[in-house]
């Protein structure tokens, strides 16, 4: 944060990491506990792998934004 308050652009792609990971972390479990469900509906699985794989692209993005490009 700056001396005013507000945060910086990082700070902001940082936050937005966190929750990113979150819902990723999230997505697995649902995922995992409907794979173990007898009942799992594989519309659903798909939808939901889909929706798991477009958040992992987002927090790629977002980590490659963060780190800076190293020549070596």
Same mark, same amino acid.
């Given at each position: 944060?700056?001396?005013?308050?507000?945060?910086?652009? /990082?700070?902001?792609? =940082?936050?937005? +990491?966190?929750?990113?990971?979150?819902?990723?972390? %999230?997505?697995?479990?649902? *995922?995992?506990?409907?794979?173990?469900?007898?009942?799992? /509906?594989?519309?659903? =699985?798909?939808? +939901?792998?889909?929706?798991?794989?477009?958040?992992? %692209?987002?927090?790629?993005? *977002?980590?490659?934004?963060?780190?800076?490009?190293?020549?070596?």
């Amino acid at each position: 944060m700056n001396a005013y308050g507000e945060m910086s652009h /990082d700070d902001v792609q =940082l936050v937005k +990491l966190d929750v990113l990971r979150r819902e990723h972390r %999230d997505l697995d479990e649902a *995922i995992h506990a409907l794979e173990l469900s007898s009942r799992g /509906d594989h519309l659903t =699985l798909r939808r +939901l792998k889909k929706q798991k794989l477009h958040i992992k %692209d987002r927090i790629r993005q *977002i980590e490659d934004d963060l780190l800076p490009d190293i020549i070596a």
